[in-house]
T-cell receptor, first 109, second 115 residues
């Protein structure tokens, strides 16, 4: 079993829909990152969470440390949100990041 | 913020040859990380490169296959040696930035195809 599991693996939605991507992990962490990877391969950091909730524009990320679970929400989704979203956790006491498999999101106009 | 320039962005390589990927950061950083992303897979850490010391390799990756240089605090190279089709992947360098590594910055990635 992977230390970081994301669901769903693939998600297709219509423009305007509310999107939720989930991330569960099984190890102690010091932080959790949400990343966005576009088809060209470039990766952008969206959020770093150690507790609670963060919001940036239409993106909201939450984390529940006790339940070892995080969610990434996209409100009013748009075709330009189409990308792979990756959850990565920093193992407690280490510099190393462990990555989920990614969620491929496609937003149709 | 940090800006990372990585090259080449894309290359087609012959089996048995070696290719060196370069990663330049616009600020000094202590650690640089090299990742591999095989087709359809997520990122796997190859090694951590510290300036002035040998790189630290993850299980399954060895220095003979993936030699790394870190001559200063803004630059690193990863060489993929004696390539086979199984080495066809995106290779990415990355740095942590900010307090406690709040933000992660990645290079644009080097997409290697071995034929």
């Amino acid at each position: 079993k992977n230390e970081v599991e994301q669901s769903p693996q693939n998600l297709t939605a219509q423009e305007g829909e509310f999107i939720t991507i989930n991330c569960s992990y099984s190890v102690g962490i010091s932080a959790l990152h949400w990343l966005q990877q576009h088809p060209g391969g470039g990766i952008v950091s969206l959020f770093m969470l150690s507790s609670g909730k963060k919001k940036h524009g239409r993106l909201i990320a939450t984390i529940n440390i006790q339940e070892k679970h995080s969610s990434l929400h996209i409100t009013a989704s748009h075709p330009r949100d189409s990308a792979v979203y990756i959850c990565a956790v920093r193992i407690q006491g280490a510099q190393k990041l462990v990555f989920g498999q990614g969620t491929r999101l496609t937003i149709n106009p | 913020s940090a800006v990372i320039s990585q090259k080449p962005s894309r290359d087609i390589c012959q089996r048995g040859t070696s290719l060196t990927i370069q990663c330049q950061v616009d600020s000094q950083v202590t650690m640089m990380f090299w990742y591999r992303q095989q087709p359809g897979q997520s990122l796997t850490l190859i090694a951590t490169a510290n300036q002035g010391s040998e790189a630290t390799y993850e299980s399954g990756f060895v220095i003979d296959k993936f030699p790394i240089s870190r001559p200063n605090l803004t630059f690193s190279t990863l060489t993929v040696s004696n390539m086979s089709p199984e080495d066809s992947s995106i290779y990415l360098c990355s740095v942590d930035w900010g307090n406690s590594g709040n933000t992660i910055y990645f290079g644009e990635g080097s997409w290697l195809t071995v034929v």
